[in-house]
């Protein structure tokens, strides 16, 4: 069965590197995904990884992902108070309808962040 | 307009109570959902709908019964609510299936 693990606490000074890891089951998702919800907040697309990728980056931002140890990982450069949150990996495994983009959410990782 | 709208942004019903949630986009996407947040939980998917169709149904209870009026619309509507159903309620829409764009959310509350 589908299944997303992630570690549920992160903690780091403001300045410093982030990185949020996740593992994933389903080898058919065919995109991998990092959203952000703030508290009281829906979630906010942070970025997603296409799975024939090892990486990509955007501004602060760096996904890298490891197929055959279906491990996916966010990075954040120069982390700052705004960035406190919690961060949810996701998959769309393709026999799970994954064409209509049905997403499998990890647990989440709560970052917190201190000046 | 990249935005995807909810209302009301709370609500608070009895379990007797009859009410509606609303989702509205304006991003042309033609795929809808409805997802169930639990405090501290992940978001869990309760509806698809695929150009005004309900395409997935994640054995929901009947107390929740989803409508799509028109590709721009979602309502969920709920009719005897337990207080177990508390939760917030998250809308999401997508166009080609990978890039999911969610809605604020409304927070329920059913005493």
């Known amino acids: 069965g589908e299944d997303v693990e992630q570690s549920l606490f992160l903690s780091v000074r403001e300045g410093d590197s982030s990185v949020i890891n996740c593992t994933y089951t389903?080898?058919?998702?065919?995109?991998l995904y990092w959203y952000k919800q703030e508290p009281g907040a829906g979630l906010q697309l942070l970025t997603y990884?296409?799975?024939?990728?090892d990486m990509k980056q955007d501004q602060r931002l760096t996904v890298l992902l490891n197929k055959k140890d279906k491990h996916l990982s966010l990075r954040i450069a120069d982390t700052q108070t705004g960035d406190s949150a919690i961060y949810f990996c996701?998959?769309?495994?393709?026999?799970?309808?994954?064409?209509?983009?049905?997403?499998?959410f990890g647990k989440g990782t709560k970052l917190s962040v201190k000046p | 307009d990249t935005e995807v709208t909810q209302t009301p942004k709370h609500l608070v019903m009895g379990m007797t109570n009859k009410k509606s949630l609303k989702c509205e986009q304006h991003?042309?996407?033609?795929?809808m959902y409805w997802y169930k947040q639990k405090a501290k939980k992940p978001p869990e998917l309760m509806f698809v709908?695929?150009?005004?169709?309900?395409?997935i149904n994640e054995s929901v209870p009947s107390r929740f019964s989803p409508e799509c009026p028109n590709s721009s619309l979602l309502n969920l509507h709920l009719h005897a609510l337990q207080p177990e159903d508390s939760a917030l309620y998250l809308c999401?829409?997508?166009?080609?299936?990978?890039?999911?764009?969610f809605g604020p959310g409304t927070r329920l509350t059913v005493l």
């Open positions: 389903d080898s058919s998702s065919t995109y």
């Open positions: 996701a998959e769309n495994p393709m026999n799970y309808g994954g064409s209509q983009g049905n997403l499998i």
């Open positions: 991003m042309g996407h033609r795929a």
């Open positions: 709908y695929s150009y005004e169709k309900l395409s």
């Open positions: 990884i296409f799975s024939n990728m």
């Open positions: 999401a829409s997508s166009s080609r299936g990978y890039e999911q764009f």
